[in-house]
């Protein structure tokens, strides 16, 4: 298996990305090839030792920056590692696609100007996996779509339980839920009301409106909601959690024994940090478009760009972008067929 | 003043709403009005010293449940707590209105059955008040309106405005927030964006789009979104710090050094819940409703409950109804005169 690695995507790019990708092709064995300037990466790469395992690398005259607007981006920058990566993933001479760069870049490349979308797919959805007391899952879309249409969040619930169920091993029929302000039938706005509807009628192992309480007690595999919403949750979880814990830095603080008492804590707060963080999958599944695409955050870390690498070998594996090929337009007919 | 609260509002009411309105009248002085089962008040009175206090008690010989339906209640249930309280209100015979019942209910009979709403304001907007790193933030709106328009989320900033600076003493200028998933123009769905044009040609302090970070950074003091977003915003910071908290506990018992040092920490720990709890705040103002009223959660204590009644205090106190009376048709003309 043979998974590109966009070398120039992290904010401190191409240290962490190599970094990663060494930690990856070492732990499973992968096939690795670094897109992005040649010097640099050869630079990184001679940190490591890098005895018996296959890391290419394949020179990209450019970068894409966070600043770059993802609509410019496909002429102003057609030889992007972004670029030379996904054209590799589109001609088959690799099996999946692997950035920590600007999503929005990422995503109009991939959509636009490489691999496009799976026949019948009408958006691409970007998911989230992270694991809730250790089950993984799946919150389709986070941020692709601000705006959604019912047709789009029934693909972005099918995509999101293909993908559960052959990449994440959740299980053979994954509980979809729609994120929503209640779990009452009827509760919802417009477009989840009416998603839920046609969702009720398919063949999909729907169990209706999730609250945000109910995703954080396991009670759905795939958490479907438009890329809007599904991004605002994801922010709010993740600001959220982190003003708690700011807050219990600071009130720990406030005397002696509180201080030691925290202090020998440490290493079990950290503990904590690294279960719940949501980063630490390391990488969101571009799921709909032709071709595994995993994206991660800037800021990532070496483990987060080895875990994003290990998320696409699980895509790969699983065999995602065909098992959505076929199911898909299966699940659409009968949409157009039952009443 | 006179503060008309709902005795049948909590899960386990009138236990609780008696025992907060108690503590509201022992401490602010305040005119407490009692409405619900004139026996179960009066046996849950008898439990408190009152020597010295206003609290009257009119009886209501329905009330409204979780369970009942807000569109059924109006006809169903006219001689309910709720409508009593509501109607003193509207005849002047009480400033406020609190309750811990049934939102959607209590929504229903102010709109409906009793005080109406303020002439000129589109969909009264549903807000929470909770402090980030103690200073006041309101939320609007957080459940009234699942979908909206953007002339709506343009009268929520405003009411928002007005009851932060009014009635949280914010400043005289509160900064409002647009919620988004970027804080960049031009981020957002179709409604933010849409709503972002309009206030930005306002004469209000429009600081732009927040994401759930910077409203957690005190980036904003008014943060604006339709009432299904603010629900999930709401819902998953207390999930997801739930979440985190639960999982702390956990990570402490693993062994025995850390479960001693997590007893020591527990008035650290309890100490940072109250900072933190949404709930602490006791009440949620319904704004654009044509009088005070208080709606707080059905599984309140006395302390959110006596709360609750200090935030109807500080709603009268600050003229929120007749202030959103006037400023709300200038503010409207002028965006009918701008093009």
């Known amino acids: 298996m043979i998974i590109a690695v966009d070398a120039m995507g992290t904010d401190a790019c191409p240290v962490a990305d190599v970094h990663g990708a060494v930690l990856a092709a070492r732990e499973r064995g992968l096939h690795v090839v670094l897109t992005g ?30 600043h770059d607007k993802p609509s410019v981006i496909g002429k102003g920058k057609p030889d992007s590692s972004m670029h030379i990566a996904l054209k590799m993933v589109k001609d088959k001479q690799a099996d999946a696609f692997v950035t920590m760069g600007n999503t929005g870049a990422a995503h109009a490349v991939a959509m636009l100007h490489t691999v496009g979308r799976i026949r019948g797919v009408k958006r691409p959805a970007l998911s989230a996996v992270f694991p809730v007391f250790g089950h993984p899952v799946i919150f389709t879309d986070i941020g692709a779509n601000a705006d959604a249409k019912p047709e789009w969040m029934v693909q ?30 009827g ?7 009416e998603t839920a509807e046609i969702l009720a009628r398919l063949p999909l192992n729907f169990v209706g409106n999730v609250e ?5 007690h ?20 993740e600001a959220g959690t982190r003003y708690l814990s700011e807050h219990i830095r600071r ?28 980063t630490e999958v390391g990488g969101a599944p571009l799921l709909g478009v032709d071709g595994v695409v995993i994206i991660g955050h800037g800021s990532s870390n070496e483990i ?3 875990n994003a690498v290990f998320q696409a ?8 972008v065909n098992h959505i090929r076929q199911r898909l337009p299966e699940v659409m007919a009968l949409l157009e067929s039952v009443p």
Do not use: C
């Not at 509760?187 to 009301?193: E, M, P, S, V």
């Not at 945000?212 to 954080?216: I, R």
């Not at 070998?313 to 995602?320: C, F, K, M, P």
């Open 37 to 66: 300037d040649e010097t640099a990466i050869k630079r990184e790469l001679a940190k490591y030792n890098t005895t018996g395992l296959t890391i290419d690398i394949v020179h990209a005259p450019q970068a894409i920056t966070m």
């Open 156 to 185: 972005f619930a099918l995509m999101g339980a293909i993908y559960a169920e052959r990449a994440l091993g959740t299980s053979s029929n994954p509980r979809i839920g729609l994120l929503s302000n209640g779990e009452e039938e």
């Open 187 to 193: 509760k919802g706005n417009t477009l989840i009301r």
């Open 212 to 216: 945000p309480k109910q995703v954080f």
């Open 218 to 237: 396991n009670q759905a595999d795939v958490v479907v909601s438009d890329g809007f919403v599904g991004n605002i949750l994801l922010k709010t979880y």
């Open 251 to 278: 009130t720990i603080r406030a005397n002696i024994v509180w201080t030691l008492a925290g202090a020998a804590l440490r290493p079990a707060f950290s503990r904590v940090r690294t279960k719940i963080d949501t």
């Open 304 to 306: 987060a760009v080895r």
């Open 313 to 320: 070998e699980r895509a790969v594996s699983g065999d995602i």
